[in-house]
């Protein structure tokens, strides 16, 4: 059985005897939402508070991902977390794991991933719904962040693969925003250059109609360290066009 769990709490954990796999599995805890089912098995999520501290704890059983370098299948708790040490390494804000360990028990193969809850962020899909009631510096500053983090990812040859506004998270901090990705199963470095760039941000701009030219040229701005007005601004905004009006014909 692997495990991990992170220094900083390693403390806190084991004040509450949670330092093993058992104890994690065996907390009795309310799923946030309705498990995720198929694969073979299911996949849930709870939310745990120690101390003030809040976190997510996740345990899946024979939910498997099946992979060329897995072909008999890994959890995919284990992908993810893979990936949220990559980010690490490589300097991108992401969640932060806090435990993570799998189990075999007669056949069955469990896993546990438990990250850091990200109390006093806000995903960007709930500010997108009042976009309009936000101050103008607040909403350059969110896409400045938004922006930033995009150039951060693929500057890191990085690939999100569900770069969409449920996934950012944005917290104000001093004059600024700063910005942070979940959902990291579906991530894998950039292979394909430009092209892969583009599918990856697309998704973003077309899950936020409500974003003005404006908008969209301010996160291209902070993306591209460019001008807003800038020939590379222009190339990036028509270039997202065209794939998200390819998308919606193909959807349609």
Request: aromatic share 10%.
């Amino acid at each position: 059985m692997s495990l991990f769990i992170a220094s900083a709490e390693q403390a806190l954990l084991a004040r509450h005897g949670l330092v093993d796999f058992q104890s994690l599995w065996n907390l009795d805890l309310e799923a946030v939402d309705e498990p995720n089912t198929g694969r073979g098995g299911w996949s849930s999520v709870y939310r745990l508070d120690l101390e003030g501290q809040g976190f997510y704890l996740k345990r899946q059983s024979n939910y498997l991902t099946h992979t060329l370098h897995h072909p008999f299948g890994e959890p995919s708790f284990s992908r993810e977390f893979r990936n949220i040490s990559r980010y690490q390494k490589l300097g991108i804000p992401a969640l932060q794991a806090v435990f993570y360990g799998e189990q075999k028990v007669n056949g069955e193969r469990r896993a546990i991933l438990m990250t850091r809850a990200l109390d006093g962020w806000s995903d960007l899909d709930a500010l997108l719904q009042r976009w309009g009631e936000i101050p103008d510096n607040a909403r350059r500053a969110i896409l400045h962040a938004c922006g930033q983090l995009a150039r951060t990812l693929h500057g890191a040859r990085q690939i999100h693969g569900c770069f969409y506004p449920k996934h950012i998270f944005v917290q104000a901090q001093g004059e600024g925003y700063a910005a942070q990705l979940i959902d990291l199963e579906k991530t894998r470095p950039s292979i394909f250059g430009q092209r892969d760039l583009t599918k990856d941000l697309e998704p973003l701009f077309r899950r936020a109609p409500m974003w003005s030219e404006a908008d969209r040229r301010q996160l291209l701005a902070a993306y591209l360290q460019a001008a807003t007005d800038s020939p590379p601004v222009d190339a990036w905004l028509q270039r997202l066009g065209r794939r998200g009006q390819h998308k919606q014909r193909r959807d349609h």
